[in-house]
């Protein structure tokens, strides 16, 4: 049995491929990427990534900005059967020099503004392949991958076998690279999956980084497993999310994103008519937000724990 956990993530797709998987609202016009268009183009970025002739367990690290892009690198990397990196786009020369000396990546994609000083410190750390990655769904990552074929079989991996490395945020000490696997991450999803009710016709607003498990993992990968539509946003925006509230069902945000909404006056149950869970997590919420908020919208939000090292 092969446990990619792409494999476990596409069994959710639904049936219908040409319905909207990502609606983006950080676009104009906006952008409605279909199911069919997910496999297709991680196909040809996996596609791109086999012709490299990695090494087996091979690291791809992304120091990129949010994007929809980024989404289909990270679904390529697991379907191609290597060890994705994601790493804050905040980290400068100084971080990004031990990260990539650590954790020794086949490929790094940057942002293009980041090309010449990141591909020449990627370079001298010998990283053979430096390919770029824009918001505009520009750079030299996709140029290279629409040669390629948008068919890809799924390579076969062990539940054990790794799946990604996340850097923990170091508080005794310099980062250390958390190893999670195949299996670690699909039984994540199918228990956040289960506990959470995930159904048919759920939509999450998502509008929280990509580059850590609350984002990526808790997330993404639950939502995507279900088969849910995402309202894609690139950081969280008052006035976007506002308008998405109504028919959505999902939000996971930090505290801020809470304290956010309550601040605007006009924020209450009118936004939450089609809304049945709210997600808090990454940081303590503080009681007083979660009173207040239930008493505007009539809801609770859900407060979760998790760590880089467990998901």
Not at 205 to 220: D, R, S, T, Y
Request: overall charge neutral; aromatic content about 10%.
């Amino acid at each position: 049995m092969n446990a990619n956990l792409f494999a476990a993530l596409s069994a959710g797709f639904p049936s219908d491929l040409d319905a909207t998987a990502i609606e983006t609202c950080d676009t104009a016009p906006t952008l409605f990427h279909t199911w069919r268009d997910i496999e297709r183009a991680s196909a040809r970025i996996a596609n791109l990534l086999a012709s490299l002739e990695l090494p087996e367990g091979a690291r791809v690290a992304a120091h990129v900005d949010k994007s929809v892009e980024c989404l289909l690198l990270y679904l390529a990397v697991l379907r191609a059967g290597y060890v994705y990196l994601p790493l804050n786009i905040a980290y400068q020369s100084a971080e990004l020099e031990y990260f990539i000396g650590n954790a020794e990546p086949g490929v790094v994609v940057c942002t293009p503004k980041n090309f010449v000083w990141l591909s020449k410190l990627a370079f001298q750390r010998g990283v053979k392949n430096v390919f770029t990655l824009g918001t505009q769904r520009e750079g030299s990552l996709l140029e290279r991958a629409a040669q390629h074929a948008d068919a890809h079989e799924v390579v076969p991996r062990r539940a054990d076998d790794l799946a990604a490395i996340l850097y923990t945020s170091g508080t005794t000490g310099r980062s250390k690279g958390a190893m999670l696997t195949h299996g670690n991450l699909l039984s994540n999803a199918r228990a956040l999956k289960s506990y959470w009710g995930w159904r048919d016709g759920d939509v999450l607003i998502h509008a929280l980084p990509i580059f850590h498990v609350h984002g990526l993992f808790v997330a993404l990968n639950t939502t995507l497993m279900a088969g849910g539509r995402i309202i894609w946003q690139p950081k969280f925006d008052l006035a976007s999310v506002l308008k998405s509230l109504p028919g959505s069902t999902v939000m996971m945000g930090v505290p801020t994103f809470y304290t956010r909404l309550l601040g605007d006056k006009a924020f209450g149950q009118e936004h939450c008519k089609t809304m049945r869970l709210f997600i808090s997590g990454s940081a303590p919420l503080l009681a007083e937000t979660h009173v207040e908020f239930e008493a505007r919208t009539g809801m609770k939000i859900l407060e979760r724990y998790g760590m880089t090292e467990t998901g």
